[in-house]
């Protein structure tokens, strides 16, 4: 990676300066106590559904493994971002370094991906689960899932590889600031001392590709699921087959929602405020508030949860 400096900018800055939210030093405090919060309960939200699912006899079926591993999935991907913001509230310079900045940049957009083939599979099972029911067993085996869910990961991690190695080695100018609290392509590409139309046509291409394939194949697991509840005779039925989505739909909607305001039009249309507040959003108010949507609404976890916080 080459970087030049201007003559404003000081020789003892090793990396990127993170804005973050610019405030008073009082103001650093508090978001500080408020995050460290918000991620402590993240941790604790997560780690409960993991150790509930792990204990718990009755909930070692495909739903709630994938669940477990969904769960684990959030923690790393709130820890991509989260522990280097609350480091910055406490600094003076908010400094990163280059080689953290593109770790970070790399595994947040990973986690990203991986989130997403993950609510496919999600849905995958759902979907299994309401229109197969019968077949179910044989089709949904721990093999396939335990399948399913190493591709996720694979996937997700190698999705960005090659596009994150390219921006790596490019040359960058100017300030070093990054008007964001994470390492974000938009802001990182416009300090490049030279426009490579073939590198952010390479990204722009391949960026929403893991927002857009799993989001299409979720809407057409549940158009399927849809139609098949609709022929179902009694109300009951209805409410119980619609319950067994609720949760997962409601998850699908916070970070579809916000991801999709996010990445559905270009970076540019942002102002770096909105592009703030809805990659906190997705990226720290989501994960907290999964494991509180999961244990609500649904009796055997909510169950699961209890007997093991009674332990």
């Given at each position: 990676m080459n970087i030049s400096n201007t003559p404003n900018t000081s020789s003892t800055i090793t990396?990127?300066?993170?804005?973050?939210?610019?405030?008073?030093?009082?103001?650093?405090?508090?978001?500080f106590v408020l995050f460290s919060v918000v991620y402590?309960?993240?941790?604790?939200?997560?780690?409960?559904?993991?150790?509930?699912?792990?204990?718990?006899q009755r909930l070692h079926t495909p739903m709630y493994i994938l669940l477990a591993n969904f769960s684990f999935l959030e923690i790393w991907y709130v820890t991509s971002t989260v522990p280097?913001?609350?480091?910055?509230?406490?600094?003076?310079?908010?400094?990163?370094?280059?080689?953290?900045?593109?770790l970070?940049?790399?595994?947040?957009?990973?986690?990203?991906?991986?989130?997403?083939?993950?609510?496919?599979i999600m849905a995958f099972d759902r979907y299994l689960a309401i229109c197969q029911p019968l077949h179910y067993p044989t089709i949904m085996t721990g093999r396939l899932c335990t399948n399913l869910v190493v591709s996720c990961w694979v996937f997700g991690f190698l999705w960005f590889l090659i596009p994150i190695i390219i921006i790596s080695q490019m040359s960058f100018c100017g300030?070093?600031?990054?008007?964001?609290?994470?390492?974000?392509?938009?802001?990182?590409?416009?300090?490049?001392?030279?426009?490579?139309?073939?590198?952010?046509?390479?990204?722009?291409?391949?960026?929403?590709?893991?927002?857009?394939?799993?989001?299409?194949?979720?809407m057409g697991s549940y158009a399927l699921v849809l139609r098949a509840v609709l022929k179902v005779p009694s109300a009951?039925?209805?409410?119980?087959?619609?319950?067994?989505?609720?949760?997962?739909?409601?998850?699908?909607?916070?970070f579809y929602g916000s991801v999709l305001v996010m990445y559905g039009s270009p970076t540019s249309e942002h102002?770096?405020?909105?592009?703030?507040?809805?990659?906190?959003?997705?990226?720290?108010?989501?994960?907290?508030?999964?494991?509180?949507?999961?244990?609500?609404?649904?009796?055997?976890?909510?169950?699961a949860l209890q007997k093991f916080l009674e332990i």
């Open positions: 990396g990127f300066i993170l804005l973050g939210f610019p405030c008073s030093r009082e103001g650093q405090i508090l978001l402590l309960l993240t941790l604790m939200g997560n780690g409960s559904i993991i150790c509930a699912v792990r204990w718990d280097n913001m609350l480091a910055n509230f406490l600094s003076d310079t908010k400094v990163i370094s280059f080689s953290g900045c593109f970070q940049f790399y595994f947040f957009f990973s986690l990203g991906s991986t989130e997403c083939f993950f609510l496919a300030s070093r600031i990054i008007d964001h609290f994470l390492c974000d392509p938009g802001p990182l590409l416009t300090l490049t001392c030279k426009k490579v139309p073939v590198v952010e046509t390479i990204f722009s291409t391949l960026s929403p590709l893991p927002l857009v394939i799993p989001f299409l194949f979720i009951a039925g209805k409410r119980k087959a619609f319950s067994t989505c609720g949760s997962h739909l409601a998850v699908v909607s916070l102002e770096a405020g909105t592009q703030k507040i809805v990659t906190l959003f997705y990226s720290v108010v989501t994960p907290l508030l999964n494991p509180v949507i999961y244990s609500l609404r649904n009796k055997d976890m909510k169950n």
